[in-house]
T-cell receptor, first 113, second 116 residues
Framework: GESVGLHLPTLSVQEGDNSIINCAYS??????FIWYKQESGKGPQFIIDIRSNMDKRQGQRVTVLLNKTVKHLSLQIAATQPGDSAVYFCAEKIGGSNYKLTFGKGTLLTVNP | EPEVTQTPSHQVTQMGQEVILRCVPI?????FYWYRQILGQKVEFLVSFYNNEISEKSEIFDDQFSVERPDGSNFTLKIRSTKLEDSAMYFC??????????????FGSGTRLTVV
């Protein structure tokens, strides 16, 4: 079965609101997670990552939370802007692999002005 | 900001034909990857390449696929005899280290392959 998945396929928010995008994973051996943003016609763009020995990591306007107990990952975007509109993917690296990332299906975030 | 460059951006080919997709990695990167994304679906791992050899590959990467760095800079993906189901966006990604923290891949903009 699929190891990485997303709770919500679409999310629509108002400009200035905070956004939360969720991701569930099922492989307890996953040791590294990345959030990517993909705009139309472009390749995935790295946003933020987190190792499995952490539960929170912050970047500029973004925070990733990792709950290993329930195998859940979330991306929080503060003060969402129209330029944040894109598909967001979570990806995991399973501990037994040194190179491969497994991607989830993606959540489409739409920011309304 | 350094970029991964892929050519062509779009390729249309007849079923059964060979195609070569090209990627120019970021100059100090040593780890190279190919992923593909069928329209509307998730990004799927194909192969990783390090130290001039394949380090890991998926079940998708069968004998019809091959990768190489022919001149030490370009990184290519060859599909020997294309099938309709090979139609997808193919992404090259490169990194300075393995994905284990602090070094996510940099993806190119992709090559859209259409097999007719």
């Amino acid at each position: 079965g699929e190891s990485v998945g997303l709770h919500l396929p679409t999310l629509s928010v108002q400009e200035g609101d905070n956004s939360i995008i969720n991701c569930a994973y099922s492989n307890s051996a996953s040791d590294y997670f990345i959030w990517y943003k993909q705009e139309s016609g472009k390749g995935p763009q790295f946003i933020i990552d987190i190792r499995s020995n952490m539960d929170k990591r912050q970047g500029q306007r973004v925070t990733v939370l990792l709950n290993k107990t329930v195998k859940h990952l979330s991306l929080q975007i503060a003060a969402t802007q129209p330029g944040d509109s894109a598909v967001y993917f979570c990806a995991e690296k399973i501990g037994g692999s040194n190179y491969k990332l497994t991607f989830g299906k993606g959540t489409l975030l739409t920011v309304n002005p | 900001e350094p970029e991964v460059t892929q050519t062509p951006s779009h390729q249309v080919t007849q079923m059964g034909q060979e195609v070569i997709l090209r990627c120019v990695p970021i100059s100090n990167h040593l780890y190279f990857y190919w992923y593909r994304q069928i329209l509307g679906q998730k990004v799927e791992f194909l192969v990783s390449f390090y130290n001039n050899e394949i380090s890991e590959k998926s079940e998708i990467f069968d004998d019809q696929f091959s990768v190489e760095r022919p001149d030490g800079s370009n990184f290519t993906l060859k599909i020997r005899s294309t099938k309709l189901e090979d139609s997808a966006m193919y992404f090259c990604a490169t990194a300075s280290g393995p994905p284990n923290g602090g070094d996510g891949y940099t993806f190119g903009s992709g090559t859209r392959l259409t097999v007719v």
